[in-house]
T-cell receptor, first 115, second 108 residues
Framework: ETGVTQSPTHLIKTRGQQVTLRCSSQSGHNTVSWYQQALGQGPQFIFQYYREEENGRGNFPPRFSGLQFPNYSSELNVNALELDDSALYLC??????????????FGEGSRLTVL | AQRVTQPEKLLSVFKGAPVELKCNYSYSGSPELFWYVQYSRQRLQLLLRHISRESIKGFTADLNKGETSFHLKKPFAQEEDSAMYYCALRGYGQNFVFGPGTRLSVLP
């Protein structure tokens, strides 16, 4: 069983640029959620996708957007990068739809540094 | 508003001593509470959930709605328990809200 994989693992961007982060969900999982984890803080919910539709969003501006593909992999796009966007971005998948079990399966994250 | 607080950033105990990691929450409804753990060089993973009322690796947690708490306890800490622990709440829209985390260090 393949776990959640994320790419790239590390990347450096400059302010104003755009970034795309990718996530492959665990086999059999159709729900993917994204979290931002700033240094010294817990993960903060960005949004969740179920069967290619966004079905939940946290308190993040519209320049944070995402996609989920038919194979349930997902992308997180961030436009007009700001210094405060520097963080570890975690992807988590889970089986089921709206009534997920509560067990999130996390990837290792993509560490974004904005200069 | 949904919020999870963990008052201790770092908790150090000696091997064999009892451990209690504190978690308080605010939520205007019936919450689902979880503890997630991240061991060194590993991914964040589920430790336990309150609806299961189970003991995992010797850890238990009881939901106290009156005190809005979900503290994690273990009677005898082991060195392999050293890790980062996050309390999490699942509320509106099935979204998860994580606390800031407590780093547990179990000393030999």
């Amino acid at each position: 069983e393949t776990g959640v994989t994320q790419s790239p693992t590390h990347l450096i961007k400059t302010r104003g640029q755009q970034v795309t982060l990718r996530c492959s969900s665990q086999s059999g999982h159709n729900t993917v959620s994204w979290y931002q984890q700033a240094l010294g803080q817990g993960p903060q919910f960005i949004f969740q996708y179920y069967r290619e539709e966004e079905n939940g969003r946290g308190n993040f501006p519209p320049r944070f957007s995402g996609l989920q593909f038919p194979n349930y992999s997902s992308e997180l796009n961030v436009n007009a990068l700001e210094l405060d966007d520097s963080a570890l971005y975690l992807c988590a998948s889970s089986p089921g739809g709206i009534e997920i079990t509560g067990e999130l399966f996390f990837g290792e994250g993509s560490r974004l540094t904005v200069l | 508003a949904q919020r999870v607080t963990q008052p201790e950033k770092l908790l150090s105990v000696f091997k064999g001593a009892p451990v209690e990691l504190k978690c308080n929450y605010s939520y205007s409804g019936s919450p689902e509470l979880f503890w997630y753990v991240q061991y060194s060089r590993q991914r964040l993973q589920l430790l336990l959930r309150h609806i299961s009322r189970e003991s995992i690796k010797g850890f238990t947690a009881d939901l106290n709605k009156g005190e809005t708490s979900f503290h994690l306890k273990k009677p005898f800490a082991q060195e392999e328990d050293s890790a980062m622990y996050y309390c999490a709440l699942r509320g509106y829209g099935q979204n998860f809200v994580f606390g800031p985390g407590t780093r547990l260090s179990v000393l030999p």
